[in-house]
Nanobody
Framework: QVHLVESGGGLVQPGGSLRLSCAAS???????MNWYRQAPGKQRELVAG???????NYADAVKGRFTISRDNAKKMAYLQMDSLKPEDTAVYYC?????????????WGQGTQVTVSS
């Protein structure tokens, strides 16, 4: 079991930046770490993903503006969000995912609210 806690959300003006953090209760080195978001009335969507090894991937809507990173030694994942737009307003969730040897491990944080508004 991996317990995830997000932080760093808040209210920011358009064009501003926020850095979200995700603290894990145990090692995340074997997990893909992902950030999702869910806006009111919309489905949860993948924003950015970073496998345990390999290339990161981003939703088209955030490419060039958001950067995902991780520090396995600190059991942390991050989402740097720059040039924020009102349409980025959503609850952002951290996810740890592993599918191996026929077993699925899929853990979620409680979410952190990001509001982009003037």
């Amino acid at each position: 079991q991996v317990h995830l806690v997000e932080s760093g959300g808040g209210l920011v003006q358009p064009g501003g930046s926020l850095r979200l953090s995700c603290a894990a209760s145990r090692s995340i080195s074997i997990y893909a770490m992902n950030w999702y978001r869910q806006a009111p009335g919309k489905q949860r969507e993948l924003v950015a993903g970073m496998p345990s090894a390999g290339r990161t991937n981003y939703a088209d809507a955030v490419k060039g503006r958001f950067t995902i990173s991780r520090d396995n030694a600190k059991k942390m994942a991050y989402l740097q969000m720059d040039s924020l737009k009102p349409e980025d307003t959503a609850v952002y969730y951290c996810n740890a995912f592993l599918q191996a040897f026929g077993q699925l491990s899929d853990y979620w944080g409680q979410g952190t609210q990001v509001t982009v508004s003037s």
